[in-house]
């Protein structure tokens, strides 16, 4: 058969797929294991990315496609899509977090005191090159406090709220099941507040901090001031079917206010995500602030930031212009000679016509 | 009640790969855009082992319709054999253990990536197409909640306004493939990015058609004997490309769209995009028999 030579489609893409893979080799549960272990700020990334809390299978998924950030997502997602939703978790309160690390720049000091908790935020960044000459690197230990500070705090905009300087958004009391879920609807807009705190808090990192950098730096109204930040852990609380609540376990979060002070009271942008991701948590609570009355397709409204900033979307769809587009190509250079053509043939008839 | 009746036997995947609640939302967002044909439903567009933009929207919709006896068909850019169109019919046949095909007349349901096949689709067939952008107001109102309004609307005089502005600045209609058109007298659609050789196809066409965007999250569809007609203004006719009369290098076709190949020449050789039809007219030039359908263009022409 003639079009024999054109039929190598399918054995190409698996000599491709085997050639990539190649580089990295087998892997196993150890490998699996040592990810998690040596990298947990890049398996939290993942983790928020993919709205997944699961750190063997993030650890799985990096080691599975050699680091390639959002193939690792795209793969947790598409596993996650198909796993059941069993059960709903009982909603948290700030003042149930077991905190690490709280921090406030609107205060010198705030109730509970500021909590640095684990951060490189006045490490000096030197690399570390002694270790490629063999030499070990050993962290110092970490010398305890007398008095351990609160591990559990109410948030500061509760305190400001108290003292009249900000309104507290109104609480939603929809619970379980009626909790709007981004992963099983589609967003619409205006969007509902909790598929734009899940949008966030699902976002790709990257794509918000550029979008809150702009914000930050002069296209946006609000200038943010960080209120809040903070990292812990929280208590998955769920309800069994006979009615006893119980923990199914505790899941890293980090979360972000910021404050803009240009009215009588405090605006206030927030954010959340599963996994400790400080740079996304103030970007994503710095576009929150900025969304409210922004201009239509400016960077700071809803429906831009959301939709250009969801990672796994954003990616595959850069990478689809990889894909022959050799059809639509020849639709346009068809139209763009005849258009050519009939230009050339106007030219040579000297006397124009004027236009109807 | 215990435990045990109320689950099943752990499964690696389900059948299909997508679970039971995205069929059904699936489901109804079809029927809903069969009722309303060429108006966007959104749907929640599950992630796919796939990645996004490339054919997760025309995937979705497959793996709800397959069952075990349909058989698949899926081309991009009008050929079986390109690799992602490989990979589309390998995934399907693998989670949901259907049957697969090149041949346009054995197929119950074709997935399609830019192009609509040269024979005469069936009553019993479906064509699904996968949709990069399903909002043909974007060129003109890049925001998606003003677009919703405006068809909402039936407000489209923007979009005849760039068609006049294109013509004006042009002396013709400039837009290639994706070529806007007027669903049932309704909504305004793109047929995703067909060429315009394809658009007559879906008018009044016996088959079904379903537009999926993955990436976007909209569905729509062309119900069987609904009126697609492209936007034209009365005075400046529609054109298709220009093919009708080139013969493809390969196979001796006349008459269909061809892939434009560049020769060392600099002139241009061509070939049939539909890869399967020039397969069949090789065979019935070689004297293997004849297997070609009834197309939709006859000597280079549209039939009525």
């Given at each position: 058969m003639a079009y024999v030579a054109t039929r190598g489609g399918e054995r190409a893409i698996e000599q491709s797929e085997r050639l990539f893979r190649e580089e990295m080799g087998g892997f196993d549960r150890q490998r699996v294991e040592e990810v998690k272990k040596s990298l947990p700020y890049l398996i939290d990334r993942v983790m928020g990315e993919a709205s997944l809390y699961d750190e063997d299978l993030a650890a799985l998924a990096l080691a599975q496609t050699g680091g390639e950030l959002y193939e690792a997502v795209l793969l947790l997602r598409a596993w996650r899509t198909t796993q059941p939703r069993l059960q709903v978790a009982e909603p948290i309160e700030q003042d149930t977090l077991f905190t690490h690390r709280r921090i406030s720049a609107a205060f010198k000091d705030i109730p509970g005191g500021q909590v640095l908790g684990p951060t490189l935020d006045y490490a000096h960044r030197i690399l570390a090159t002694d270790v490629l000459q063999g030499e070990g690197y050993a962290p110092e230990p970490v010398e305890p406090a007398a008095n351990p500070s609160p591990a559990y705090q109410p948030s500061v905009s509760a305190w400001q709220a108290e003292n009249d300087l900000l309104e507290q958004p109104t609480p939603d009391g929809t619970t379980g099941n009626d909790i709007p879920d981004l992963t099983r609807e589609p967003l619409l807009f205006p969007s509902k507040r909790a598929h734009t705190l899940q949008s966030l808090a699902r976002a790709e990192t990257g794509g918000v901090l550029a979008l809150g950098y702009a914000a930050m730096r002069g296209y946006g109204q609000a200038h943010p001031t960080v209120n809040e930040l903070r990292l812990a852990e929280a208590e998955i609380a769920v309800t069994h079917p006979d009615g006893r609540q119980f923990s199914a376990g505790r899941v890293k979060v980090s979360q972000a206010e910021v404050v803009d002070k240009k009215g009588e009271k405090l605006g206030i942008g927030y954010a959340a995500t599963l996994g400790w991701n400080e740079v996304k948590c103030i970007s994503a609570a710095t576009l929150d602030l900025n969304s409210p009355g922004a201009e239509k397709g400016s960077a700071t409204e809803e429906e831009f930031f959301l939709y250009h900033t969801e990672g796994v979307e954003s990616s595959g769809f850069c990478i689809h212009f990889k894909l022959p587009h050799y059809v639509t190509f020849q639709s346009s250079l068809d139209a763009m000679r005849d258009a050519k053509a009939k230009k050339a043939e106007q030219s040579k008839s000297s006397d124009m016509e004027p236009a109807e | 009640m215990s435990l045990s009746t109320l689950t099943k036997p752990w499964e690696a995947m389900s059948y299909g790969f997508l679970d039971g609640s995205a069929k059904r939302e699936l489901r109804r967002k079809m029927l809903k855009s069969v009722a309303v044909p060429g108006c966007q439903t959104p749907y929640a567009s599950r992630e796919v082992p796939m990645a996004r933009g490339w054919g997760t929207g025309g995937l979705q919709v497959s793996l709800t319709l397959v069952n075990p006896q349909t058989r698949v068909k899926v081309i991009d850019q009008g050929a079986d054999d390109s690799v992602n169109a490989a990979s589309i019919r390998r995934f399907i046949s693998r989670v949901a253990g259907t049957p697969t095909t090149m041949d346009t007349l054995e197929a119950d349901l074709i997935q399609s990536r830019h192009r609509i096949p040269e024979e005469i689709l069936r009553e019993d067939q479906v064509l699904v197409l996968q949709v990069p952008n399903p909002e043909p107001l974007r060129p003109v109102q890049p925001n998606m909640s003003i677009a919703r309004q405006m068809h909402a609307d039936a407000d489209y005089g923007r979009m005849w306004l760039q068609l006049y502005e294109q013509i004006v600045r042009s002396g013709r209609v400039m837009q290639g493939a994706s070529y806007p058109s007027l669903v049932h007298g309704r909504h305004v659609m793109t047929p995703s990015p067909i060429p315009r050789w394809d658009v007559p196809k879906l008018h009044m066409a016996k088959h079904l058609t379903i537009l999926s965007a993955g990436r976007e999250k909209r569905i729509f569809a062309v119900p069987p004997y609904t009126k697609v007609e492209p936007l034209v203004f009365s005075d400046v006719p529609y054109k298709v490309e220009e093919h009708g009369h080139l013969t493809c290098t390969?196979?001796?076709?006349?008459g269909f769209f061809m892939n434009e190949i560049p020769q060392d020449d600099g002139s241009s050789a061509f070939e049939v995009s539909d890869s399967e039809w020039g397969v069949k007219t090789i065979r019935a030039r070689d004297g293997e028999g004849e297997s070609r359908g009834e197309t939709w263009y006859k000597d280079g022409e549209m039939s009525e």
């Amino acid at each position: 058969m003639a079009y024999v030579a054109t039929r190598g489609g399918e054995r190409a893409i698996e000599q491709s797929e085997r050639l990539f893979r190649e580089e990295m080799g087998g892997f196993d549960r150890q490998r699996v294991e040592e990810v998690k272990k040596s990298l947990p700020y890049l398996i939290d990334r993942v983790m928020g990315e993919a709205s997944l809390y699961d750190e063997d299978l993030a650890a799985l998924a990096l080691a599975q496609t050699g680091g390639e950030l959002y193939e690792a997502v795209l793969l947790l997602r598409a596993w996650r899509t198909t796993q059941p939703r069993l059960q709903v978790a009982e909603p948290i309160e700030q003042d149930t977090l077991f905190t690490h690390r709280r921090i406030s720049a609107a205060f010198k000091d705030i109730p509970g005191g500021q909590v640095l908790g684990p951060t490189l935020d006045y490490a000096h960044r030197i690399l570390a090159t002694d270790v490629l000459q063999g030499e070990g690197y050993a962290p110092e230990p970490v010398e305890p406090a007398a008095n351990p500070s609160p591990a559990y705090q109410p948030s500061v905009s509760a305190w400001q709220a108290e003292n009249d300087l900000l309104e507290q958004p109104t609480p939603d009391g929809t619970t379980g099941n009626d909790i709007p879920d981004l992963t099983r609807e589609p967003l619409l807009f205006p969007s509902k507040r909790a598929h734009t705190l899940q949008s966030l808090a699902r976002a790709e990192t990257g794509g918000v901090l550029a979008l809150g950098y702009a914000a930050m730096r002069g296209y946006g109204q609000a200038h943010p001031t960080v209120n809040e930040l903070r990292l812990a852990e929280a208590e998955i609380a769920v309800t069994h079917p006979d009615g006893r609540q119980f923990s199914a376990g505790r899941v890293k979060v980090s979360q972000a206010e910021v404050v803009d002070k240009k009215g009588e009271k405090l605006g206030i942008g927030y954010a959340a995500t599963l996994g400790w991701n400080e740079v996304k948590c103030i970007s994503a609570a710095t576009l929150d602030l900025n969304s409210p009355g922004a201009e239509k397709g400016s960077a700071t409204e809803e429906e831009f930031f959301l939709y250009h900033t969801e990672g796994v979307e954003s990616s595959g769809f850069c990478i689809h212009f990889k894909l022959p587009h050799y059809v639509t190509f020849q639709s346009s250079l068809d139209a763009m000679r005849d258009a050519k053509a009939k230009k050339a043939e106007q030219s040579k008839s000297s006397d124009m016509e004027p236009a109807e | 009640m215990s435990l045990s009746t109320l689950t099943k036997p752990w499964e690696a995947m389900s059948y299909g790969f997508l679970d039971g609640s995205a069929k059904r939302e699936l489901r109804r967002k079809m029927l809903k855009s069969v009722a309303v044909p060429g108006c966007q439903t959104p749907y929640a567009s599950r992630e796919v082992p796939m990645a996004r933009g490339w054919g997760t929207g025309g995937l979705q919709v497959s793996l709800t319709l397959v069952n075990p006896q349909t058989r698949v068909k899926v081309i991009d850019q009008g050929a079986d054999d390109s690799v992602n169109a490989a990979s589309i019919r390998r995934f399907i046949s693998r989670v949901a253990g259907t049957p697969t095909t090149m041949d346009t007349l054995e197929a119950d349901l074709i997935q399609s990536r830019h192009r609509i096949p040269e024979e005469i689709l069936r009553e019993d067939q479906v064509l699904v197409l996968q949709v990069p952008n399903p909002e043909p107001l974007r060129p003109v109102q890049p925001n998606m909640s003003i677009a919703r309004q405006m068809h909402a609307d039936a407000d489209y005089g923007r979009m005849w306004l760039q068609l006049y502005e294109q013509i004006v600045r042009s002396g013709r209609v400039m837009q290639g493939a994706s070529y806007p058109s007027l669903v049932h007298g309704r909504h305004v659609m793109t047929p995703s990015p067909i060429p315009r050789w394809d658009v007559p196809k879906l008018h009044m066409a016996k088959h079904l058609t379903i537009l999926s965007a993955g990436r976007e999250k909209r569905i729509f569809a062309v119900p069987p004997y609904t009126k697609v007609e492209p936007l034209v203004f009365s005075d400046v006719p529609y054109k298709v490309e220009e093919h009708g009369h080139l013969t493809c290098t390969r196979s001796g076709a006349t008459g269909f769209f061809m892939n434009e190949i560049p020769q060392d020449d600099g002139s241009s050789a061509f070939e049939v995009s539909d890869s399967e039809w020039g397969v069949k007219t090789i065979r019935a030039r070689d004297g293997e028999g004849e297997s070609r359908g009834e197309t939709w263009y006859k000597d280079g022409e549209m039939s009525e």
